[in-house]
């Protein structure tokens, strides 16, 4: 079946490090989405990508849909200790009428 | 303005019992979702409703039915529970399929 991975599973930072974490597909996605859950929380929306190629910023983070757009990437500059939570990135199921979402990438920030 | 409720927040099943766990969205949004997450497994879909009137099966349906009430309700029937369905569940709606889904605070089960 349809799969969404992402890679690491576990990262751990000194605050103003960066991070990267990268979601691959399967098949190709028609978008990506992007949410952050905190410890104890429920996930919440942070973007969408829908073009191939497209790299989108908010703040100090940077989304990117690769070409094939069967991957992409989030990478936060300079982490801070609000950044701390999982990250999910979110495709399209075969059928194309719901999200599959990858296991999540963990981010915790040291001081 | 609620956005997506869940209820009840916690729960405790002894293993064969039933219950349904409820979901309600006030944002007149056609798709509704429920997912569950356990550790180091992420978000796993187990059934879905595109729209009012439709309901298909996610990821890891078994073991669970759904009903669409209307277009606002969307419930998660577990109708003889194991320990393995012991997790968290989220409920959550969108707009429309491949729009931003806004997820419920979640119902934590176990089951013993």
Known sequence: ?111 | NAGVTQTPKFQVLKTGQSMTLQCAQDMNHNSMYWYRQDPGMGLRLIYYSASEGTTDKGEVPNGYNVSRLNKREFSLRLESAAPSQTSVYFCASSEAWGSEAFFGQGTRLTVV
Request: hydrophobic share 30%.
């Open chain 1, 1 to 111: 079946g349809q799969q969404v991975m992402q890679i690491p599973q576990y990262q751990h930072v000194q605050e103003g490090e960066d991070f990267t974490t990268y979601c691959n597909s399967s098949t190709t996605l028609s978008n990506i989405q992007w949410y952050k859950q905190r410890p104890g929380g429920h996930p919440v929306f942070l973007i969408q990508l829908v073009k191939s190629g497209e790299v989108k910023k908010q703040k100090r983070l940077t989304f990117q849909f690769g070409e094939a757009k069967k991957n992409s990437s989030l990478h936060i500059t300079a982490t801070q200790t609000t950044d701390v939570g999982t990250y999910f990135c979110a495709g399209d199921n075969q059928a194309g009428t719901a999200l599959i979402f990858g296991k999540g990438t963990t981010l915790s920030v040291s001081s």
